[in-house]
């Protein structure tokens, strides 16, 4: 975001947060969300033994490792727990203290009975034997606008042709994974992971396959950003909500689509 807005980048990739956070900072040319990717969060639990019957419940009185207080992984993880009952602060303890990359390494080092990991922490725990995931934090918060492409209002409306190639190209994408096995699209993407092997690349998509993890276009739905805002608001993270109308296009994606 710090590079959108100061002109650095054209277009920025980021957590939709983000552009609701600038907007209510009273930013005059505020950053507009034009092609949504993801719409589930992309984290897991992991605990120590496997859980066949998992329920949120299991969480009670336990120690989990967390992610930073205002951060959307942990945001969505206190969701969740608000979402079945669980209070985050009295029912059980969310350790927030160790660093975004490291938990997975704490956790095999026997810090915490679970662990919020995205890939490919959760599936390397699997992997080693040292944790299983029991729950999908992308299923059980509901389809979230994850991640999105955004530009200046400015930039958008001086270049409406770039983002519109832009977006047509970022749909060509959509379409080949909608259209491909996880097998496929792991085959195709393993050059970009020299340090994992095919056989890891290809567990870590078809989980993020079979939640629905991409969204088959890219038009980013007025149900989903308030539901962004209703996780936002839940974390203490909200004063005001901001109108979707004004950060968000959908004119781009839907001509993609086309």
């Known amino acids: 975001m710090t590079a959108v807005i100061s002109g650095e980048a054209d277009i920025g990739f980021m957590g939709s947060e983000a552009s609701i956070y600038t907007y209510n900072e009273g930013a ?33 009185g336990h120690l989990v ?8 992984p942990e945001m969505v993880f206190e969701y969740i727990l608000k979402e079945n009952g669980i209070d985050p602060e009295t029912d059980l303890e969310i350790n927030q203290s160790i660093d975004f990359g490291s938990t997975a390494a ?16 959760a599936t390397t725990l ?47 994408g959509m379409d080949y994974v909608q259209a491909h ?27 993020y396959y079979d939640q629905d993890t991409w969204k088959s276009n890219l038009i980013f ?15 203490g993270e909200l004063e005001k909500r901001a109108p979707y109308d004004d950060l968000v296009t959908t004119k781009f994606a839907a001509i993609a689509t086309q």
């Open 106 to 121: 704490a956790f095999s080092e026997g810090q915490g009975d679970f662990t919020v990991e995205f890939e490919p922490g």
């Open 28 to 60: 005059t040319d505020y950053v507009v969300n034009f092609a949504q990717l993801t719409q589930r969060a992309g984290n897991f639990l992991v605990a120590r033994e496997e859980m066949d019957d998992f329920s949120w419940e299991d969480l009670k």
């Open 181 to 207: 096995s996880p097998e496929e699209i792991a085959a195709v993407i393993e050059p970009q992971f020299p340090e994992t092997d095919l056989e890891t690349i290809t567990t870590i998509v078809t989980r």
């Open 65 to 72: 490792l967390g992610g930073r207080k205002g951060g959307m």
């Open 221 to 235: 739905e007025e149900s989903s950003f308030d539901l962004l805002q209703d996780i936002l608001e839940s974390a």
């Open 126 to 172: 699997e992997s080693e034997g040292k944790g299983y995931v029991v729950a999908s934090l992308g299923e059980d918060s509901g389809y979230v606008p994850y991640t999105a492409f955004s530009a200046k209002q400015s930039y958008i409306d001086e270049n409406p042709d770039v983002i519109q190639g832009f977006t047509n190209a970022l749909q060509k």
